[in-house]
Structures are given as structure tokens and as C-alpha cells.
């Protein structure tokens, strides 16, 4: 009943910025969570960053890095200052509660970070 559609992955030199967007469609009404998780090679998927009744949090890892934001049924995450340990497939994810993972996946957007 929701789809999720990610875009906005690239390859970026070290050091550059990246803009991920996630767009909502379908039955979205009453959708409170959204978030990115990623996943690199050899990990486990983690999650990012997230954006739940107005609330934020980041993983450690990017704090300070990355910025996540939402429109309706959009989100954002602009993430700057990037190195080669960002480099996963980003996944964005939704769910009608506070709780991440949500019920909702994106097919992901592949960052890769490298000279």
C-alpha cells in the first residue's frame, strides 16, 4: 500500500556532499516514521538516520555529517563531508510508528564514496 522510491546516489569524491531523497506514495496517511538505513558490504544494515514526530537521531557515524529532513511525504537526507566508510546501498524506511525499522522499504540508492 506504500511505495517507497529512493534517488539521488551517485559516486562522490571524498570530501563531497550527497542529497538523497525518498518519496512516499500510495496509502501514507497515518506514516509517522521515516528514516535511512544502509548497508555496506560485509555489514550488517544500520540505520542512519531517522525522523519521527519531529524528532531526529543519527548514528554516531554521521552526526555532525549528515541531515535529515521531511516534506509530507518526502525525506531528505543531505549528507556532507562523505568518506569511504559511507559508501553502502541507503534504504529509506517508513512506518506508522516511532519504532525503526518501519513496515516499508525502498529499493535503495547506491552511494559510493571513492577518488
Known sequence: QVQLVESGGGLVQPGGSLRLSCVASGVILGI????WYRQAPGKQRE???SITRG?????NSVKG????SRDNAKVYLQMNNLNSEDTAVYYCN?????IMPGRYWGQGTQV???S
Open 47 to 49: 540505520l542512519v538516520a
Open 55 to 59: 524528532d531526529t537521531t543519527y548514528a
Open 65 to 68: 555529517r549528515f541531515t535529515i
Open 94 to 98: 517508513a512506518g506508522r510508528f516511532g
Open 112 to 114: 559510493t564514496v571513492s
Open 32 to 35: 509517522n516514521a521515516m528514516g
